[in-house]
């Protein structure tokens, strides 16, 4: 799918819209993605800050995305785990950018090279408009190559 068609997507996806989420930028190459989130009354937790569950949202699905598209479709990429750590209140918009450099895409044909799975692990800061860091989350990825077959499974 052409990045332009996936975020266009994201623009009108329920669980962004109604959080305020926005995708701002995937890249044609899909080695980078920014997201934000302004506060709004529909967001905002009981003391006035971003909800956690929506700051968690804003960052779920992006490294699974980028490097299943940076990949291709002879690996198995699935989301394993995720923490998330809240550094500060959020309010006022808040930015996630979301980066994959051609060593981590080779560190990952490496790793993966010979049938077994990679798990790795992608950290991605959540700062709001002065670049304070309101988040910080790490998530866990189970990358494998399929077998000859084309499987789609996988024991993650």
Known sequence: ???RTLKRIFSIWPPY????????????????VIVTMSLHW?????????FGGSLYS?????????????L???????DKSAAIKFIAPG???????????????????EKTAGGAPFLPEYGID?????????????KRLYIRRKNRAGEIGGNA
């Open 72 to 78: 291709g479709n002879d690996y198995i990429v699935w």
């Open 58 to 70: 804003m960052i779920d699905p992006f490294y699974m995305l980028m490097i299943m598209h940076l």
């Open 1 to 3: 799918m052409k990045a």
């Open 17 to 32: 819209r109604g959080a305020g989420i926005r995708v701002r930028h995937i890249a044609d190459d899909y080695s980078e």
């Open 126 to 138: 959540i700062v709001d408009e002065q670049g304070a860091v309101v988040a910080k989350a790490v």
């Open 91 to 109: 309010t006022g918009t808040v930015t996630a950018h979301f980066r994959m450099t051609d060593a981590q895409v080779a560190e990952i044909r």
């Open 42 to 50: 529909y967001n905002r937790n009981y003391v006035s800050t971003h």
